[in-house]
C-alpha cells in the first residue's frame, strides 16, 4: 500500500512537496516514482527514479520538479518549484516492480494563477 501526502492549493510559483510511504518494503531494484492526471486528461508520469538514484523528467517539469528517495525508509518524495496552473492534476505515487504497478490513493495538487 502506498499512501501519498503533501497535495494542497497554491499560487502559481509558489512550491509544495509531495511524499508518499510504501507500507511494504521498497526494493533498490523497484523503480519509483510520480504520475499525475489531470481533468479530462491521460495519466502521465511526471518523474521516476531507480534504487541507485537515476532521475528521469518529463519535459514539463524539467528544472522544476526534484524527485528523490529514501530506501531505508520506503518513501518517495516529489520538490515541486515555480509551479504552474498547468501542474493542477491529482498526483499519483507509484512502485514499478519488474512488469507490476503499484499505486497510491492521489493526491490534489491546484495551482491558482
Known amino acids: 500500500q502506498l499512501q501519498a501526502y503533501g497535495g494542497g492549493l497554491v499560487q502559481a510559483g509558489g512550491s509544495l512537496t509531495l511524499s508518499c510511504v510504501a507500507s511494504?518494503?521498497?526494493?533498490?531494484?523497484?523503480?519509483m516514482g510520480w504520475y499525475r492526471q489531470a481533468p479530462g486528461k491521460e495519466r502521465e508520469l511526471v518523474a521516476k527514479i531507480t534504487g541507485g538514484g537515476t532521475t528521469g523528467y518529463a519535459d514539463s517539469v524539467k528544472g522544476r520538479f526534484t524527485i528523490s528517495r529514501d530506501n531505508a525508509k520506503n518513501t518517495v518524495a516529489l520538490q515541486m518549484n515555480s509551479l504552474k496552473p498547468e501542474d493542477t492534476a491529482l498526483y499519483f505515487c507509484n512502485v514499478q516492480r519488474h512488469s507490476n504497478y503499484y499505486w497510491g490513493q492521489g493526491t490534489q495538487v491546484t495551482v491558482s494563477s
Open positions: 511494504k518494503t521498497i526494493f533498490t531494484f523497484d523503480v
